[in-house]
C-alpha cells in the first residue's frame, strides 16, 4: 500500500499519474481538510473533491477544481439573495456539498461521507481526510485573521501574511486508520503540494508527524517550489512569511524531520548537495506536470524510490 | 388591505390578476407551508416559492413552478450521490431552499425568510406563512400515510386516499399579523385552491378559521372545481376522500361557516340556487385562467364583491 499526503490541484495531477502506476485499490490518500469552510450553509471541502473530482476524470482542468462544464446557475442566484459568492460553486458541484452536509447533519463522520463521495463517483482509491474534527487553516495578516480560502480566493492572495494557525489542530485527532496506514505503508509519498497550509494542515494533527517519523516505509516528496515559484498557488509567499526559504531548500526544511528523499526539478539542481546534506536523497528530475506522460513519469520516479 | 389565503399554482395565476387590480402594497397573502418537505437536508416550501416566482414574472408558465429556464443539473448529480430525486429541484431554485435553510439554521422564523424571499425577488406583497411552527400535510391512503408531496409528486396521486390530516396543527400558532390582518382587512379572498389540502391546512391552523368567522370583511371564495374537475392537482379526489362533493357544491360546504359569496364557473350555474341556499351568493362566470386577461377580470369581480 502506498499511502499518499495531499492537498489540492498539484497534489490531484500528481495522483493522476500515480493511478497509472499502481492499481487505486493499493492507494491511501491522506487529505488536507483545513481548507473546508461553510458557506451558504453548506460544508465544503475543496481539497477533498478536487482529489476526488480528477482522479474521477471530471474535473475542469483548466481551473483544476470544480466539474468539467459545470455551471453556475444557483450561484447567480444565491447572489440575488445577497449571498457572498466569491467562492465559486457550480451547479454540479453543489450536489456534493448538499450530499456531504447532510450526511454530517445526520451524524456521519468526514470520513464516511467522503468514503461515500468517492465510490459515487466511481474512485477506488481510499482517501481519508486527515482528521474528522474541526480543523481549519487560518491566516494571519495584516487586516488580521482570515480563513485560508478567504485569503486565498476573495482576496486573491493579495494580504500580507504574517503567519498561519490551525484552528482546532490541538484537539484534533487523526481519522481512524491514518495512523494505522502510514506505520503500515510499504511507502509514502508527499504530492506536490503548499507545505505550509495543505500538507502543513495534514501534519499539524497530533500523531500524524509522528507516525512519519516513526514508519518504516521510506517517505519521498515532490517539491511543488520550481526555481523559486509555485506552479500555482501561494506556497512561496507563505512559506517566506513563516520563515522558510522559498525554494525545494526550504520544502526539505519543511519535512527534513522524516523524508528521506525530495524529488527536485531540474532547474533547482544547484540546490541538491545543500539538501543532501539535510541527510534527504535528492534525485533531480523534470517536475513540471502538463501532459499525463509528464505525470506518470513523476509518479513512477517516487514510486520507485519509495521501494529503494 | 386585501388579505388572499393563496396555495399553489391556481392561487398563484389568480394572484397574477389580482396585483394588475390593486398595488402590491395592499395585499396581504396567507399562504400555505403545509406541502413545506424537508429534501436533501434543504427546506422546501412549494407553495409559497409558486406564489413569489409567479409573482415575479420569473415561474416556468407550463409547469406552474420553479423557474423558467432553468437548468437541473444539480439534482442529476444528486442522483448520481443515490439521493431521491423524485421532487425536481432547478438549479436557480436550489438558491433558494439553500437561501431558507441556513436562514434558519441561524434561527430566523420562516415568516422572516420569506419577506427576504419576497424581497430579493422584486415583489412587493405581504406574504405571510400561515405559520411559523412545523404543519405539514399528510395522506392517509391504503399504502399508510404518507407526506402530501409524496403522494402528489412522487405517487403522481395514484394511491387511494382514504383521509386528511395535518401533523403538528393542533399545537401549530398563526404567525404574527395572520389574525390580526384577517380582522382588520377590507376584503379576504380564498383563492382557487384546494380547498382539503392547501386551504385546508392553512385553516387548520388553530385561530384562523374563527378569525375569519370574526373579521367583518367580506369573504369571498373562488372555486376550483370547475365542472367536477380540477384544472390541475388533486383537489375533486381529495374532496371526495374526506366525504365531500367533487363540485362547486362542495367547496361551499367547505368555507361555508365564514364564506359570504362563491365565484363559480357558467358550467356550474345550475348548482347556484343551492349554494345560495346555503346562505352564500353565488356570482357566476368564466373562471378558467387562461390569458392575463381571464386573471384580470376574475380578480376584478373578487375584490369588487369584496367591497359590496
Not at 475543496?46 to 476526488?52: A, K, S, Y
Not at 449571498?83 to 456521519?108: C, M, P, S
Amino acid at each position: 500500500m502506498i499511502v499518499a499526503l495531499a492537498g489540492g490541484v498539484g497534489a490531484a495531477r500528481f495522483l493522476e499519474g500515480l493511478i497509472r502506476v499502481i492499481p487505486q485499490s493499493e492507494i491511501t490518500v491522506i487529505g488536507n481538510v483545513g481548507d473546508d469552510i461553510e458557506l451558504h450553509g453548506l460544508h465544503i471541502s475543496p481539497d477533498l473533491d478536487i482529489v476526488v473530482y480528477t482522479l474521477a476524470g471530471l474535473v475542469d482542468p483548466v481551473k483544476g477544481w470544480g466539474f468539467r462544464g459545470d455551471t453556475f446557475q444557483c450561484q447567480d442566484m444565491l447572489h440575488n439573495f445577497d449571498h457572498e459568492t466569491w467562492f465559486n460553486l457550480g451547479d454540479r458541484d453543489l450536489a456534493t456539498h448538499i450530499y456531504r452536509t447532510e450526511q454530517l447533519r445526520v451524524g456521519k463522520r468526514l470520513s464516511e461521507v467522503t468514503r461515500g463521495v468517492v465510490r459515487h463517483l466511481g474512485v477506488r482509491i481510499k482517501l481519508l481526510p486527515a482528521t474528522d474534527t474541526p480543523l481549519q487553516t487560518y491566516v494571519l495578516t495584516t487586516k488580521g485573521y482570515m480563513h485560508f480560502e478567504e485569503y486565498m480566493v476573495k482576496r486573491q492572495t493579495a494580504p500580507k501574511v504574517l503567519g498561519v494557525s490551525f484552528r482546532g489542530a490541538t484537539s484534533a485527532k487523526p481519522t481512524r486508520n491514518v495512523i494505522e496506514s502510514i506505520e503500515k505503508a510499504d511507502g509514502v509519498i508527499i504530492a506536490p503540494s503548499n507545505p505550509i497550509v495543505s500538507i502543513g494542515a495534514i501534519l499539524a494533527v497530533p500523531g500524524i508527524r509522528s507516525a512519519l517519523q516513526r514508519t518504516k516505509a521510506r517517505k519521498v516528496g515532490v517539491s511543488p517550489i520550481i526555481g523559486g515559484k509555485t506552479v500555482k498557488g501561494p506556497a512561496a509567499k507563505l512559506m517566506r512569511a513563516v520563515g522558510f526559504r522559498a525554494t525545494a531548500l526550504g520544502v526539505a526544511e519543511c519535512y527534513r524531520d522524516f523524508l528521506d528523499t525530495l524529488i527536485i526539478d531540474r532547474v533547482d539542481r544547484k540546490l541538491a548537495p545543500e539538501i543532501q546534506d539535510m541527510g534527504i536523497r535528492t534525485i533531480v528530475t523534470n517536475t513540471l506536470m502538463k501532459r499525463m506522460s509528464d505525470k506518470v513519469r513523476l509518479a513512477k520516479i517516487a514510486v520507485r524510490e519509495t521501494k529503494r
